[in-house]
């Protein structure tokens, strides 16, 4: 399955399909990331979530910046997986950005 059909697999209804997507893709490393970063700016808030997910787990530091404007998303779930993700990447660069988020 290639990074096109595991990012389709992001769009499904079902949640552990959602899931297996976001997993193959993380997997996938940067080739996984490039095919979520469109994600980000989605207007359905399950899709920034699993691409944040997926920068997160793929531990792409080069793409931590990327997550950064997630943090003060509109969805509660969304800002969570994006401080999740930049903790998992393990950027300090990023702690004050996620420090605010601390009363959230």
Request: proline share 2%; aromatic share 6%.
């Amino acid at each position: 399955m290639n990074s096109g059909e595991c990012c389709m697999q992001l769009f499904s209804l079902d949640k552990s399909v959602r899931d297996d997507g976001s997993k193959k893709l993380s997997k996938m490393g940067e080739e996984g990331v490039k095919a979520v970063l469109p994600l980000l700016s989605a207007e359905n808030w399950v899709l920034r979530y699993r691409a944040a997910e997926v920068i997160g787990c793929a531990g792409c530091k080069s793409y931590a910046r990327n997550l950064v404007p997630l943090l003060s998303d509109k969805k509660d779930h969304v800002r969570y997986m994006a401080a999740k993700s930049l903790g998992m990447i393990g950027d300090s660069f990023y702690t004050d950005e996620v420090r605010a988020l601390l009363s959230d």
